[in-house]
């Protein structure tokens, strides 16, 4: 079946680093674009950045200049570098995957169960 497992969560200070990491499997993952998107409590999910098939990359406003995506075709894997972290950041953070190349989440078909991002100042 089709998983989607993220990892790399923690609690981190301001100005700090995380690295997630999301392990793909039951489906081509060459094939699909994958989205890093996030969800605070009371807040909509919003989409972070996503990776097409083909490599190109796309971020949301708040935070150019400090995630980078990357994915790794041998292992599967997508990555969410996340430098200079701030308390705004503080989400459950989810990857997916889907055929459009968009950050709205309701075009992606896939989606891993989440792992918890928490910025303290």
């Known amino acids: 079946e089709v998983q989607l497992v993220e990892s790399g969560g923690a609690l981190v200070q301001a100005g700090g680093s995380l690295r997630l990491s999301c392990a793909a499997s039951?489906?081509?993952?060459?094939?699909?674009?994958i989205g890093w998107f996030r969800q605070a409590p009371g807040k909509d999910r919003e989409g972070v950045s996503y990776?097409?098939?083909?490599?190109?990359?796309v971020y949301t406003d708040s935070v150019k200049g400090r995630f980078t995506i990357s994915r790794d075709s041998a292992k599967n894997t997508a990555v969410l570098q996340m430098n200079s972290l701030k308390p705004e950041d503080t989400a459950v953070y989810y990857c997916?995957?889907?055929?459009?190349?968009?950050?709205?989440?309701?075009?992606?078909?896939?989606w891993g169960q989440g792992t918890q991002v928490t910025v303290s100042s």
């Open positions: 997916a995957a889907g055929t459009m190349a968009t950050l709205r989440p309701i075009f992606y078909k896939y």
């Open positions: 039951g489906f081509t993952f060459d094939d699909y674009q």
């Open positions: 990776i097409s098939s083909n490599g190109r990359t």
